[in-house]
């Protein structure tokens, strides 16, 4: 089958399966900012339907298919077990040949910055939220070795998170390979609809990683770590690279899922007053909800419940800085709750997230694993 079949198929498998129940409609944050059906996930299915049939579509599609944050709250709410971010990942590939010549040098010289190390790397030292803070240590005794997703962005803005999880890993016994800033999971350009640049870094990196005799592949960033964990779903059963991105979509697991076992109580902590802002790639895309919150709790942190957790902070990978205004009404919506308890730091598991939040707010803004390497 031809690329656009599949993908036609694969759309409108999703689409059987949604019912129209509207239980969708209580989790989505740009519905309940904006209060148009067509801002929410029922709407968005009836609008992609609708151009894939009869290739009916206006700006006003683009618009509100742009609007979506792809946070994937109403695929945790839903009971169809609609695939809606894989469905509106297709839909947009389909209108971004209609896109205004404006909207399309604008979306591409975003992806181009934020996913080339030369061109980002200046502004992001600009930018940079913390350094690498003390030295490198190495395991007293090793018991084996990780692969650790390096990012495009991090690196140059937040060094200190891997910096941290280096060390923590050295203190359990692991060796860290760190990933070169150069190999960037593809999620920017999958999410706008870059999809032949996407696939070219997804093959690299699969080959790459594949190199590495590792039994895990940890990631510090969640919307990274979904990214990865759903390298299997891009693929089709006959392409080459299925059976390869099942391997390294296997061995992916979020720096808290590797933790959860382990005895942190060797490392030397700092407890303080916490709240943990739960990014939507680890709730709702990797389904992860409540992991972190339970760590730091048996760790003796004090945290505190937030008010609409389930909710979207606005940043979204690139939502931020193509729909401004709903990233920032989002963002004070989210720190009014995160700030109700007074906490001392905010923490969180995303790189975009946490520089989304920080500049909202004087409560410092952290990765959780950076509490743990005192």
């Known amino acids: 089958m031809q690329t656009?079949?599949?993908?036609?198929?694969?759309a409108n498998e999703i689409i059987r399966k949604c019912v129209h129940c509207g239980f969708c409609l209580a989790t989505c944050p740009t519905y309940q900012l904006l209060g148009d059906e067509l801002d929410s996930p029922r709407g968005r299915i009836y609008l992609i339907k609708s151009s894939l049939e009869d290739n009916h579509f206006s700006d006003q599609s683009i618009?509100?298919?742009?609007?979506?944050?792809?946070?994937?709250?109403?695929?945790?709410?839903?009971?169809?077990?609609?695939?809606?971010?894989?469905?509106?990942?297709?839909?947009?590939?389909?209108?971004?040949?209609?896109?205004p010549l404006w909207q399309k040098a604008y979306r591409?010289?975003?992806?181009?910055?934020?996913?080339?190390?030369?061109l980002f790397n200046p502004i992001g030292f600009m930018a940079r939220h913390s350094k690498a803070q003390g030295?490198?240590?190495?395991?007293?005794?090793?018991?084996?070795?990780?692969?650790?997703?390096?990012?495009?962005?991090?690196?140059?803005?937040?060094?200190?998170?891997?910096?941290?999880?280096?060390?923590?890993?050295?203190?359990?016994?692991?060796?860290?390979?760190?990933?070169?800033?150069?190999?960037?999971?593809?999620?920017?350009?999958?999410?706008?609809s870059a999809l032949d640049d996407a696939m070219s870094k997804i093959k690299t990196n699969i080959d790459a990683w594949l190199e590495f005799d590792v039994d895990v592949i940890i990631s510090s960033a969640s919307g990274c770590g979904l990214m990865v964990k759903d390298y299997a779903s891009i693929f089709d059963e006959y392409d080459p690279y299925y059976q390869k991105a099942i391997i390294i979509s296997n061995k992916t697991k979020d720096i808290a899922e590797f933790l959860v076992d382990k005895d942190l109580t060797q490392l030397n902590l700092e407890r303080t007053n916490v709240v943990y802002q739960e990014p939507c790639t680890m709730q709702h895309g990797q389904q992860l909800s409540g992991l972190v919150n339970s760590i730091l709790t048996?760790?003796?942190?004090?945290?505190?419940?937030?008010?609409?957790?389930?909710?979207?902070?606005?940043?979204?990978?690139?939502?931020?800085?193509?729909?401004?205004?709903?990233?920032?009404?989002?963002?004070?919506?989210?720190?009014?709750?995160?700030?109700?308890?007074n906490p001392q730091v905010i923490v969180t598991s995303n790189i975009g997230c946490l520089m989304h939040l920080q500049k909202g707010t004087k409560i410092p803004v952290k990765h959780w694993i950076e509490l743990l390497n005192g």
């Open 4 to 10: 656009d079949h599949i993908q036609n198929f694969k």
């Open 63 to 99: 618009l509100h298919l742009d609007r979506c944050l792809t946070c994937r709250a109403c695929e945790t709410t839903c009971p169809s077990g609609v695939e809606y971010g894989n469905l509106v990942d297709i839909g947009r590939e389909f209108i971004e040949s209609k896109r």
């Open 108 to 118: 591409y010289s975003v992806r181009k910055l934020l996913t080339t190390p030369l």
């Open 135 to 192: 030295g490198l240590i190495k395991p007293p005794t090793k018991i084996g070795t990780v692969l650790l997703l390096g990012g495009c962005v991090q690196p140059a803005l937040a060094p200190n998170i891997n910096h941290s999880i280096k060390n923590i890993l050295a203190k359990l016994g692991y060796d860290t390979i760190e990933t070169p800033q150069k190999q960037c999971c593809g999620a920017v350009d999958q999410h706008l």
């Open 298 to 341: 048996s760790l003796g942190y004090t945290t505190t419940p937030v008010v609409d957790s389930h909710l979207c902070c606005g940043s979204a990978g690139t939502y931020s800085i193509f729909q401004p205004k709903l990233a920032q009404t989002l963002k004070i919506n989210k720190l009014k709750h995160l700030q109700a308890s």
